[in-house]
T-cell receptor, first 115, second 113 residues
Framework: DVKVTQSSRYLVKRTGEKVFLECVQD?????MFWYRQDPGLGLRLIYF???????EKGDIPEGYSVSREKKERFSLILESASTNQTSMYLC??????????????FGPGTRLTVL | QQPVQSPQAVILREGEDAVINCSSS?????VHWYRQKHGEAPVFLMI?????EQKGHEKISASFNEKKQQSSLYLTASQLSYSGTYFC??????????????FGKGTSLLVTP
């Protein structure tokens, strides 16, 4: 089974802190994604990566950056956390596009609270 | 960019059927369906590709109207375990966003005894 793990289930940080959210997948997937999930807004894409050291902005990249130094690990960085970044953060991974094989596998999520 | 899902919420009795719709304003290459139970990660249910290929859950079916850029998820003879929030995710045909999906806001489904 594909496993996507995230470093923390719950995180509490203060405004202005630099925050690192880590995601690791164990199935050699090329693609990795970071979403935030807020009530009534669904899943919104922050950043994604289709290869090591490659990154692409999603729909809401402002205030975030990412790092992918190794294929299995994709990090989301909040440079200076703000209260409006309080949210559930979900990481996902998928194989490269190949017909029916690009289903996404999600991690359990990190609920981040910024005070 | 976000696909539109309808209805926003539905309540069923066990054994009843439901249809959840997903509509996009863009030409689509694929539509994905996921279910998320409370406090858990979204789980893949179904993918429908332009051209008719499908892959997914045995007990759940879906359709993809390529001309209308619409997909529907059919839940028949619903079980209590079907409760959760259903998301569609779409991949545009002319997307330069790699394999990223645009997700709808979700449809909350509650199946009661």
């Amino acid at each position: 089974d594909v496993k996507v793990t995230q470093s923390s289930r719950y995180l509490v940080k203060r405004t202005g802190e630099k925050v690192f959210l880590e995601c690791v997948q164990d199935m050699d997937h090329e693609n990795m994604f970071w979403y935030r999930q807020d009530p009534g807004l669904g899943l919104r894409l922050i950043y994604f990566s289709y290869d090591v050291k490659m990154k692409e902005k999603g729909d809401i990249p402002e205030g975030y950056s990412v790092s992918r130094e190794k294929k299995e690990r994709f990090s989301l960085i909040l440079e200076s956390a703000s209260t409006n970044q309080t949210s559930m953060y979900l990481c996902a991974s998928s194989l490269a596009r190949g017909g029916s094989y690009n289903e996404q596998f999600f991690g359990p999520g990190t609920r981040l609270t910024v005070l | 960019q976000q696909p539109v899902q309808s209805p926003q919420a539905v309540i069923l009795r066990e054994g009843e059927d439901a249809v959840i719709n997903c509509s996009s304003s863009k030409a689509l290459y694929s539509v994905h369906w996921y279910r998320q139970k409370h406090g858990e990660a979204p789980v893949f249910l179904m993918i429908l590709l332009k051209g008719g290929e499908q892959k997914g859950h045995e007990k759940i079916s879906a359709s993809f109207n390529e001309k209308k850029q619409q997909s529907s998820l059919y839940l028949t003879a619903s079980q209590l375990s079907y409760s959760g929030t259903y998301f569609c995710g779409t991949e545009a045909s002319n997307s330069n966003s790699g394999y990223a999906l645009n997700f709808g806001k979700g449809t909350s489904l509650l199946v009661t005894p």
